[in-house]
């Protein structure tokens, strides 16, 4: 079975910018996760969906949105780009065992 | 406070031998998860073990365990028989509460980068 995919790998954008992150789950889990993890530090949570709806977000601004389709993949926007959004951007999945497995991440660069 | 504290920044291990990495963590929920990940410099992060608060025995996983000690809050995890490819970053998380779809929202140590040494 294929693991979690996101795509782009990398990105890189200038201030300003709108940025759209992709992530597609493990076949079979609805759940989806999203985490920023800047440069030496652990990864931050960001939101979570489940069936296409809310469930959690994390201390970030509103520049930050998601959403679920009906697929179960997921889309991260991030509008007006500032330096320090420059992170690796990881979707998790998350299945009836409770465990979150992660995609390989997409590098976005803010410049 | 820290909701998951890991205390070594960095460590280096000859290989064969056994590792353990620390993780202490502190809530008030009698009911949470506690994971371990694995992460290369590839960046992606590899489930390693996972403990429930309510599990009776310790995880074990291959050549990983997790040494899980609910009145001190800490869930260590222990490597043995290190490996080359076991060099890279290791992160501990927590899940506070009952997983119900929808709470499943994990919060990560800072990590501690493991070097084995051949």
């Known amino acids: 079975d294929a693991g979690v995919t996101q795509s782009p790998t990398h990105l890189i954008k200038t201030r300003g910018q709108h940025v759209t992150l992709r992530c597609s789950p493990i076949?079979?889990?609805?759940?989806v996760s999203w985490y920023q993890q800047v440069l030496g530090q652990g990864p931050q949570f960001i939101f979570q969906y489940y069936e296409k709806e809310e469930r959690g977000r994390g201390n970030f601004p509103d520049r930050f949105s998601a959403r679920q389709f009906p697929n179960y993949s997921s889309e991260l926007n991030v509008n007006a780009l500032l330096l320090g959004d420059s992170a690796l951007y990881l979707c998790?999945?998350?299945?009836?065992?409770?465990?979150?497995?992660f995609g390989p991440g997409t590098r976005l660069t803010v410049l | 406070a820290q909701k998951i504290t890991q205390t070594q920044p960095g460590m280096f291990v000859q290989e064969k031998e056994a590792v353990t990495l620390d993780c202490t963590y502190d809530t008030s929920d009698p009911s949470y998860g506690l994971f371990w990940y694995k992460q290369p410099s590839s960046g992606e992060m590899i489930f390693l073990i996972y403990q429930g608060s309510y599990d009776q025995q310790n995880a074990t996983e291959g050549r990983y365990s997790l040494n899980f000690q609910k009145a001190r809050k800490s869930a260590n995890l222990v490597i043995s028989a290190s490996q080359l490819g076991d060099s890279a970053m290791y992160f501990c998380?927590?899940?506070?509460?009952?997983?119900?779809?929808?709470?499943?929202?994990?919060?990560f140590g800072t990590g501690t980068r493991l070097t084995i040494i051949p």
């Open positions: 998790a999945s998350v299945g009836w065992t409770d465990t979150q497995y």
């Open positions: 998380a927590m899940r506070e509460g009952r997983s119900n779809f929808g709470n499943e929202k994990l919060t």
């Open positions: 076949s079979g889990h609805k759940s």
